[in-house]
């Protein structure tokens, strides 16, 4: 494990925390408030020394609510019930008090590791910065491209809830849809799920939107309840998300990836800007990446023009091959199974980067000085 160690005087504690076999980090009360923020990567286990403590930090509450399977673990000057409930609240996953030994600690240490949520596959999350800017055509292509690189399951969930294409791109007649398993949470586990799933010819697993119109709107909770199960339950997991929904936008805390997909246009490029700085504020920096989807070197408006208004890097480049895009559609046969254009290596080595697997990035485009009618400055 992974432990950092808000420790007091006693060394001690350090010194048994090692012997359990755990790496340890000493941190500070200040360095609490750093754990907290969202997008921060955090330890397996925070052990706080609270003997000497005359409250405890309140910062373990927040990080103990933007990260519920942090661990945390208090140690006390005596199992009283007063200080227990204390530190319970403050989110403690254990308490532990003196005299301390090693067997307990182990023991505390094996209780949290239980504790600990199984493992969970990749999250990618795809968002059009308008509509038609061929956000599913990513969704669809990046998925396919996930489950040839790794046999271990790829799940493509539509969150348009009504009339979401991504089935027509995979060829697909689904019977079950994301709607009827969100209708369902009171009794949705991993093999539920797997019944409402269609598998395509494309190797990819579909949750398909729906034919039928919602009756009422759909909570973030439960959005985010089956993300967490399907994450659970594939390897690879890519959502198709509406950019107009609030309850899908709302439910992304645990995306590994969220890709703002723009086009080469004044209208779409500010409604990245925005979309962009929004999911940054709300999911940190680290998780998002821009692309341009039908990308054309010759455009007025060239790929660093758009980086100096989203105030980011362009992640990638989609060359624009509209005619084929559209015959892969018509088809329900994703571009990346028949890599012979620009278009689908473009697709393939982006998934590719996501799963971590290095690729090489396209050349970038010099600026072309429109700036100047976006932004208003160069």
């Known amino acids: 494990m992974n432990v950092s160690v808000l420790a007091g005087a006693d060394q001690q504690l350090s010194d048994l925390l090692r012997a359990c076999g755990a790496h340890i980090a000493s941190i500070r009360i200040a360095d609490l408030k750093a754990l907290a923020e969202p997008a921060v990567r955090q330890p397996d286990v925070i052990v706080v020394d609270a003997r000497d403590l005359i409250t405890m930090p309140a910062e373990l509450a927040v990080i103990k609510r933007q990260h519920p399977a942090t661990g945390i673990l208090v140690v ?3 199992l009283e019930g ?4 204390e530190a319970m609240r403050s989110g403690a996953s254990e308490c532990v008090a003196e005299p301390i030994t090693r067997e307990e600690l182990s023991s505390a240490l094996a209780r949290i590791a239980a504790q600990r949520p199984s493992p969970r596959g990749d999250v990618v999350a795809v968002i ?11 969704a669809v292509n990046v998925a396919t491209t996930l489950a040839k690189l790794h046999s271990a399951g790829t799940l493509l969930m539509d969150l348009h809830l009504t009339y979401g294409d991504a089935a027509i791109f995979l060829g697909a007649e689904p019977r079950f849809s994301t709607l009827d398993a969100l209708e369902n949470m009171h009794r949705m586990d991993g093999s539920f799920l797997r019944t409402l799933v269609t598998q395509t010819t494309s190797g990819v697993s579909l949750l398909a939107s729906s034919d039928h119109a919602v009756s009422a709107p759909v909570d973030a909770t439960r959005v985010r309840s089956l993300i967490d199960l399907a994450a659970r339950e594939y390897r690879f997991l890519v959502l198709d998300v509406p950019r107009a929904d609030p309850a899908a936008l709302d439910a992304l805390e645990s995306v590994s990836s969220v890709v703002v997909v723009a086009n080469q246009d004044v209208a779409t490029i500010r409604s990245a800007a925005r979309i962009t700085a929004a999911l940054e504020q709300r999911y940190g920096k680290e998780r998002i990446n821009v692309v341009l989807s039908r990308y054309d070197a010759r455009a007025e408006i060239g790929q660093a023009d758009v980086e100096r208004v989203i105030g ?3 992640t990638c480049l989609f060359p624009n091959n509209y005619p084929t895009a559209l015959a892969s559609l018509n088809e329900g046969r994703p571009l990346v199974l028949a890599n012979h254009t620009k278009l689908a290596s473009a697709f393939a080595a982006f998934a590719s980067d996501l799963a971590g697997v290095p690729a090489a990035r396209p050349e970038r485009a010099k600026s072309t000085g429109f700036l100047s009618l976006i932004g208003g400055r160069r």
Request: overall charge positive; hydrophobic content about 50%; cysteine-free.
């Open 128 to 138: 059009g910065a308008k509509g038609g800017v061929g956000a599913t055509t990513v």
């Open 82 to 85: 007063a200080l227990v409930l």
């Open 76 to 78: 006390l000057p005596r």
């Open 312 to 314: 980011r890097p362009v």
